[in-house]
Each structure stands twice: as structure tokens, then as C-alpha cells.
């Protein structure tokens, strides 16, 4: 994996960076391995987006006007960017309903 940047401020917990040779989909499998609480903001050129994860499994993504399932995959599309991992960040949302196993299979294949 290269890091094609990275850094960590200090008044943050958690990595903000680009990661060439992985893609958005492994970044997110590993989230929902490492049982993740918080949220993964994404940038990709003029475009942001963000997913929320508790305990591993994705609840909500937004991106734009676009909630759920339809944000998610359309954040999932985007072929580079920056991401912010921040685990304070949290949602009462709750609107994307897949199992992270479903989607981890399904991934794959994007």
C-alpha cells in the first residue's frame, strides 16, 4: 500500500490521507473488520461525501442532495480522493440497511 499522503493533527484522533493502490471499497471493508464507530469523510475533485459507520456495519451515507444506499454507491464510484477517518463523529440516522457481509461481497466487484 502506498501512502500518497498523510498526517495526523492534534486535535484529532484518527488519519487523514490518500491512499493510491487500495481502493475506497478496501478502505471500507477494513473499517467494518476493525469494528469501527464514526464516520469516513470522503473528497473526490469538487465532490464530498460521507459514511457512518457503528460497531462495523455502515448505518448512513450522504453525498450531496443523495441519502443511504443511492449516496453510498455513488461515493463508492468515484475513482480517487482524500479521506478523513473520524471516529467522534457519529449519526442518530439510520437508512442504510444492508449487512456489511452483503456488501463486502458485493464490493468486490466494483
Request: net charge neutral; charged share 20%.
Amino acid at each position: 500500500m502506498g501512502l500518497a499522503a498523510l498526517s495526523l493533527d492534534d486535535d484529532q484522533q484518527g488519519f487523514v490521507g490518500a491512499v493510491s493502490g487500495m481502493s475506497l471499497a478496501d478502505i471500507i471493508q477494513v473499517k467494518g473488520g476493525n469494528c469501527y464507530s464514526g464516520c469516513l469523510t470522503v473528497e473526490h475533485k469538487n465532490n464530498s461525501g460521507a459514511i457512518f459507520f457503528r460497531d462495523g456495519e455502515i448505518v448512513h451515507a450522504e453525498q450531496g442532495g443523495l441519502q443511504g444506499e443511492e449516496a453510498f454507491y455513488h461515493i463508492l464510484m468515484w475513482e480517487g480522493g482524500r479521506f478523513q477517518s473520524k471516529p467522534k463523529v457519529a449519526t442518530t440516522s439510520r437508512n442504510h440497511r444492508r449487512r456489511n457481509t452483503w456488501m463486502g461481497r458485493n464490493l468486490a466487484k466494483i
